[in-house]
């Protein structure tokens, strides 16, 4: 059994450019979750994708944006970058949105 | 504003000992509190969780205890494991369901041999 994974591991951005992250699911896993962890936080809840269809969103502007593909992985897009975007990106998969969420390594994002 | 609060950034114990490590939240609503342990380069692992139903939950040598009436929490690690040092994160929950999960800014633990 495949647990979550993230790709990239690292990228570095410059301010105002648009970055995609990907997510694959845990095998059978139908929800996904993002979150953001800045430096010396705990990690931040994004929003929630299940079955395709946005299902829950945290206070992030409207910049961030996602999408789950019928194979259940996802993607955060974030345009517009800014310096405060910096920030390691955690995925979560669960079978369900009330289930277990098992989180992937994340991808740390560096904005200049 | 931060809901769910850990106010000890570090803690160092010593190999055999017991860990103690605390949480306070200020949302009367969350019902459900998990626990979960982060090693560098990996994401956050459950490690145990408790309803506001109970006021302990106890599962090898990780205990978990909740005082409602304070909104304070604590998870209790007996003996503590070299393999233990990693950082701790308390996260809280509405309607008793897993998501979205808030989390405090955890608290990272060292246990010295």
């Known amino acids: 059994e495949t647990g979550v994974t993230q790709s990239p591991t690292h990228l570095i951005k410059t301010r105002g450019q648009q970055v995609t992250l990907r997510c694959s699911s845990q095998s059978g896993h139908n929800t996904v979750s993002w979150y953001q962890q800045a430096l010396g936080q705990g990690p931040q809840f994004i929003f929630q994708?299940?079955?395709?269809?946005?299902?829950g969103r945290g206070n992030f502007p409207p910049r961030f944006s996602g999408l789950q593909f019928p194979n259940y992985s996802s993607e955060l897009n974030v345009n517009a970058l800014e310096l405060d975007d910096s920030a390691l990106y955690l995925c979560?998969?669960?079978?369900?949105?009330?289930?277990?969420?098992?989180f992937g390594p994340g991808t740390r994002l560096t904005v200049l | 504003d931060q809901q769910v609060k850990q106010n000890s950034p570090s803690l160092s114990v010593q190999e055999g000992r017991i860990s103690i490590l605390n949480c306070d939240y200020t949302n009367s609503m969350f019902d459900y509190f998990l626990w979960y342990k982060k090693y560098p380069a990996e994401g956050p692992t459950f490690l145990i969780s408790i309803s506001s139903i109970k006021d302990k939950n106890e599962d090898g040598r990780f205990t978990v205890f909740l005082n409602k009436s304070a909104k304070h929490l604590s998870l209790h690690i007996v003996p503590s494991q070299p393999g233990d040092s990693a950082v701790y994160f308390c996260a809280a929950t509405l309607n008793s369901g897993n998501t979205p999960l808030v989390f405090g800014k955890g608290t990272r633990l060292s246990v010295i041999a």
């Open positions: 979560a998969s669960s079978l369900g949105v009330d289930n277990e969420q098992f």
């Open positions: 994708y299940y079955r395709e269809e946005e299902n």
